[in-house]
């Protein structure tokens, strides 16, 4: 299986803050990463999809990067909104696995 | 717009059975492979089965293999998992889930739209 190692678990920051998140997978899974976003009591909502593509509505201040086994996620500029949440997840291969998450709250 | 609603949870009994049903709209059902992916504090979010659009593809976790059942049926728009032997573990809510792109005879994994959830109880 797909091992994928997130990190920090949790962090805090201050709104307008520079937020980044890593997450490294056990083997090469080209660019089949996507990132999620989920508030309490919620499901987890698509942000990024092929490691780096935007889903449709959201803001631009999100971004991701990364291919084979590195990746980079980053909220440019936090709002009070993106108190969240956030996994990333392998849809490389079957068992499809995830991250164990990155708590992000207000410093 | 894309809705998934998830029922069918409940209190279990360890041994038990029971079936998790996801009513899908806003799209056309067939053409997307569904899965199952289940959520608990302790383990966080765990994939447990999808199947493609026409139903030939089926994969399952280990955990899963033997004891769950995904099927669908398109002319309902309805995803289904039928859960038995359920043992303490396998409490969590449970999210349908619906790949991204056109996946009639494949899964892609790569969720992009999600139910509410159901949750599962499973004790004596």
Redesign the interface.
Known sequence: DIQMTQSPSSLSASIGDRVTITCQASQDISD?L?WYQQKPG?????LM?DASKL?SGVPLRFSGTGSGTDFTFTINSLQPEDIATY?C?Q?DS????????TKVDLK | EVQLLESGGGLAQPGGSLRLSCAASGFTFSNYAMSWVRQTPGRGLEWVSSISGNGATIYYADSVKGRFTISRENSKNTLYLQMNSLRAEDAAVYYCAKDFGITRISVKGDFDSWGLGTLLTVSS
Do not use: S
């Not at chain 1, 919620?42 to 698509?46: D, E, G, Q, R």
């Not at chain 1, 079957?94 to 998450?101: A, D, E, S």
């Open positions: 089949h996507n919620k499901a987890p909502k698509l999809y889903d996994f997840h849809c079957p068992p499809f696995t995830f991250g164990r998450g």
